[in-house]
């Protein structure tokens, strides 16, 4: 999944992509494999046998190590890669933006494609179809139409295809 984000003022284009053991982020050329675990609205990320805490305290502000930094999703870029691992797994489907719970469009049990559309998202009075970046089975639906999410919520969590290849 392609991003662009800004942290500090600075602006940086990532390349975040799901591996078996966590994440493999890309940036600025160079490329950095964390491990990972999420409790709630902390991700603890294991580098070279060290665990920092990465904690959302808002929509714009996260805690690493204990220190503040502003950041803000400056953009997504729809339809970049976002791979599951070679052997398949669990996933999840984030809302990407806060908004309302418009509209389910696929239930508990089905097998989804990468691609397809899960849920109709309004924000700032705008429908958004969140598609789903996975291919695999939708184990459960979080979330039903009229909640409202904040970014990063958790909407929905699959069971991952393994990739071919």
């Known amino acids: ?27 600025e050329g160079e490329v ?13 990320l294991t580098v070279g046998g060290k665990v920092h805490r990465l904690r959302f305290v808002s ?10 930094r502003r950041v803000r999703l400056a953009k997504f870029i729809p339809g970049s890669a976002l791979s599951q691992g070679a052997d398949g797994g669990q996933a999840s489907v ?7 719970i418009v509209k389910i469009l696929k239930e508990a ?5 990468k691609g397809d559309p899960l849920f109709v998202l309004e924000a700032m009075k705008m429908q958004n179809e969140l598609a789903s970046p996975w291919a695999g089975r939708l184990v459960d639906i979080l979330v039903k139409p009229g909640d409202v ?3 990063g919520r958790v909407l929905a969590k699959f069971a991952t295809a393994a990739r071919k290849g």
């Open 59 to 68: 929509e714009d502000t996260i805690q690493i190590d204990g220190s503040v």
């Open 1 to 27: 999944m392609k991003l662009q984000l800004q942290l500090d003022g600075d602006s940086f284009e990532v390349d975040v992509e799901r591996t078996t053991k966590g994440v493999r982020v890309e940036c």
């Open 149 to 151: 999410v904040e970014a």
């Open 109 to 113: 049990g089905a097998e989804i494609q």
């Open 94 to 100: 984030r809302a990407t933006m806060p908004g309302r």
């Open 32 to 44: 950095v494999e964390f491990e990972s675990t999420t409790f709630d609205s902390t991700v603890e």
